[in-house]
């Protein structure tokens, strides 16, 4: 089982930007798919973004397209979500998840990490 951390959230004014980190380790991670959801307050848990095991596919909600940027270093296990022009709307507790068995998409999440909060402010 892949164990999973995140860092980097915090609190920003809108427009500005932050980069969540995931660090996995455990099974060999780098074979698949990974991502991040986000939960805003009141709201259920909402896919985001998500790469596929070599980095050559991505995918991203529409709410994020144009601002998000996911990629991934598998030399270091780690998978970035580089967020610009932040709005309040972003404002949540944002979850990395490694797929369960998929190289190429999350269809079923195998791992979540405990999240970390990204408040943007108005």
């Known amino acids: 089982q892949v164990q999973l951390v995140e860092s980097g959230g915090g609190l920003v004014q809108a427009g500005g930007s932050l980069r969540l980190s995931c660090a996995a380790s455990?099974?060999?991670?780098?074979?698949?798919?990974m991502g991040w959801f986000r939960q805003a307050p009141g709201k259920e848990r909402e896919f985001a973004a998500e790469i596929s095991s070599s980095g050559a596919m991505t995918r991203y909600a529409d709410s994020i397209k144009g601002r998000f940027t996911i990629s991934r270093d598998n030399a270091k296990n780690t998978v970035y979500l580089q967020m610009n022009s932040l709005k309040p709307d972003d404002t949540a507790v944002y979850y990395c998840?490694?797929?369960?068995?998929?190289?190429?998409?999350?269809?079923?999440?195998?791992?979540w990490g405990q999240g970390t909060q990204v408040t943007v402010s108005s």
């Open positions: 998840a490694v797929a369960q068995e998929s190289s190429y998409q999350i269809a079923k999440v195998g791992s």
């Open positions: 455990g099974r060999t991670s780098r074979r698949y798919a």
